[in-house]
């Protein structure tokens, strides 16, 4: 989609300095469905663009390479990760607050192909943090029961 006429700083009320987030996201609800992302543009703001690196990684992907997968039918969610690959993974589940609500740990082996999250909180959104002494990556938690 190419929108040549629209001054996007004064429809969103933007402000003197045009400065906003940009992202993306896609919701199934309660189902579990791959969303990937497979290419996106952005063109004439180079001068705009702060900053194209993800703030939530480590700047190498590897928070790309970790997911977790909600399964509604077994009330229970699955953790996958290729990002650390030898030892093991402490796997932490913090609250909006940081409070710290579980502990867990995991070879690094075993997150490739899947292990379940023994945390069952209740609605809300969450943050499960793994790392293996040299990465960290964290990941947000959405839970709708």
Do not use: N, Q
Request: charged share 15%.
């Amino acid at each position: 989609m190419v929108v040549d006429s629209v001054d996007i700083a004064s429809l969103l009320g933007l402000g003197p300095t045009g400065t906003a987030w940009m992202g993306f996201t896609s919701a199934t609800g309660k189902s579990v469905e791959r969303h990937e992302l497979l290419s996106w543009r952005m063109s004439d703001c180079s001068g705009l663009l702060a900053t194209s690196v993800d703030e939530g990684s480590d700047g190498h992907g590897a928070s790309g390479a970790s997911r977790i997968v909600p399964m509604p039918s077994r009330d229970a969610a699955r953790l996958f990760s290729t990002a650390m690959t030898e030892g093991k993974v402490t796997i932490v589940l913090y609250d909006v607050t940081g409070a710290t609500l579980g502990t867990t740990v995991a070879g690094a082996g075993e997150l490739a192909y899947g292990v379940d999250l023994p945390f069952r909180p209740s609605t809300g959104t969450y943050y499960i943090h793994l790392t293996d002494g040299m990465r960290s990556i964290t990941l947000p938690w959405v839970v709708m029961r």
